[in-house]
Nanobody, 126 residues
Framework: QLQLVESGGGLVLPGGSLRLPCTASGSPFENYHIGWFRQAPGKEREGISCITKSGTVPVYADSVKGRFTISRDNAKNTVFLQMNSLKPEDTAVYYC???????????????????WGQGTQVTVSS
């Protein structure tokens, strides 16, 4: 059974950067597509980025395109979300999630993903 653990969250100033690792254990990591989601207080969970099993096809939501970069290192069982030029509206709990297969029309649907991490809080504030 795959397990995911996010880390790297914290408090950062607007314009700053954070790097969130999502580390997997318990099952062959390379068998899973990985997505990043976030949920702000009072808002629905939002898919922001995902990456294929091989790591060759990253996808981004418009809200983070050009600022966030997703990458994976299958040898280290880890997916990274590099977040630059952070804004207060990026404040949320960030989750990584895994899926063995994802409908290409629903890459950011939380219902496509089978396994979730516990989340890490990111707060962007001055």
């Amino acid at each position: 059974q795959l397990q995911l653990v996010e880390s790297g969250g914290g408090l950062v100033l607007p314009g700053g950067s954070l790097r969130l690792p999502c580390t997997a254990s318990g099952s062959p990591f390379e068998n899973y597509h990985i997505g990043w989601f976030r949920q702000a207080p009072g808002k629905e969970r939002e898919g922001i980025s995902c990456i294929t099993k091989s790591g060759t096809v990253p996808v981004y939501a418009d809200s983070v395109k050009g600022r966030f970069t997703i990458s994976r290192d299958n040898a280290k069982n880890t997916v990274f979300l590099q977040m630059n030029s952070l804004k207060p509206e990026d404040t949320a709990v960030y989750y990584c999630a895994a899926a063995t297969w994802v409908d290409s029309r629903a890459l950011f649907s939380q219902y496509e993903y089978e396994v979730w991490g516990q989340g890490t809080q990111v707060t962007v504030s001055s």
